[in-house]
């Protein structure tokens, strides 16, 4: 048998196309992009996936090295992963923005926490929501559904063929916006109970200015608001699994990117 250079390319692009979009995804989906997690086992763990998941997807083209279409197609696979994993860290980002409106109405603005995740100071009931979700990911299987989701992405969009549209954009920045609606749905009980506790003691104050109302104001937010979450928090799961859903349904459309109309409508059909 007789190896010749086309052969060698052929195979050696057999997996490179795939590592790099499953490369993008490890690099940005959630759990897996923190901090600390060394990227010795980011990259671990995408050559493994890719020796696993590359025999069985469709055939690839074979493009000429170093051409312009060559190098377009690898900023092309890698942004496709990283747009998926991106699609993903939107719900768990969500889920720490709630827990910050929360924390700043009981007056915990101020007690802040290393993040181990993004390597910064967050606030502590955000790191608890997060905590919260990331759990219930895994206990959703979502580990399992996000090789799925890799997959399923190389067959509607094989891996040297996919191309990038505006429109595709455009509706990642849209779902943003809907995961910024679940945000408001996670925190809004808690922060219509401590309004009307804010508001009762603005109300106090201004009938009884020699009451001080900061000192007592303070510790009945925080009990007030304990309370409201002890309420509120097994309300989570069904929210998460809400976002969930909208995101694996948006992220396995949004790898199609050439039917930008597609996109746009399948967005707008992921509102609640």
């Known amino acids: 048998m007789t190896v010749t250079d086309a052969m060698l390319a052929g195979w ?13 995804l ?3 989906a959630p759990l897996l992009n923190a901090r600390a997690v060394p990227a010795r086992v980011r990259l671990l763990l995408a050559l493994l996936l890719t020796l696993v998941v590359a025999p069985l997807l469709p055939a690839a083209p074979v493009l000429e090295t170093f051409s312009a279409g060559w190098t377009l197609h690898i900023a092309t696979e890698f942004i496709i992963g990283v747009a998926l994993g991106f699609v993903l860290q939107l719900v768990f980002e969500a889920t720490m923005l709630a827990g910050e409106v929360v924390s700043y109405g009981m007056g915990l603005g101020f007690a802040q926490l290393a993040d181990p995740l993004h390597g910064a100071s967050a606030p502590m009931l955000g790191q608890f929501y997060q905590l919260c979700a990331m759990l219930l990911f895994l206990a959703f299987g979502g580990q399992l559904r996000l090789v799925e989701l890799v997959v399923d992405s190389f067959r509607s969009a094989p891996a040297g063929v996919a191309t990038l549209d505006p429109a595709a954009f455009m509706a990642l920045v849209r779902f943003g916006g809907l ?10 009980p808690a922060v219509m109970a401590l309004l009307l506790v804010n508001l009762s003691f603005g109300v106090m104050n201004r009938s009884a200015p020699a009451l001080n109302a900061m000192s007592l104001g303070f510790p009945l937010s925080l009990i007030v608001g304990l309370l409201v979450l002890r309420f509120t928090l097994p309300q989570l799961p ?3 699994t809400d976002l969930l859903d909208q995101a694996w349904g948006f992220a396995g459309h949004w790898v199609t990117m050439g039917t930008p109309n597609s996109l746009v409508d399948s967005t707008a059909m992921a509102a609640p």
């Open 238 to 240: 069904s929210v998460l």
């Open 179 to 188: 995961c910024f609606e679940g945000a408001l749905r996670i925190s809004l």
């Open 26 to 28: 490890v690099m940005a």
């Open 12 to 24: 050696l692009q057999m997996y490179f196309w795939p590592f790099l979009r499953i490369g993008g």
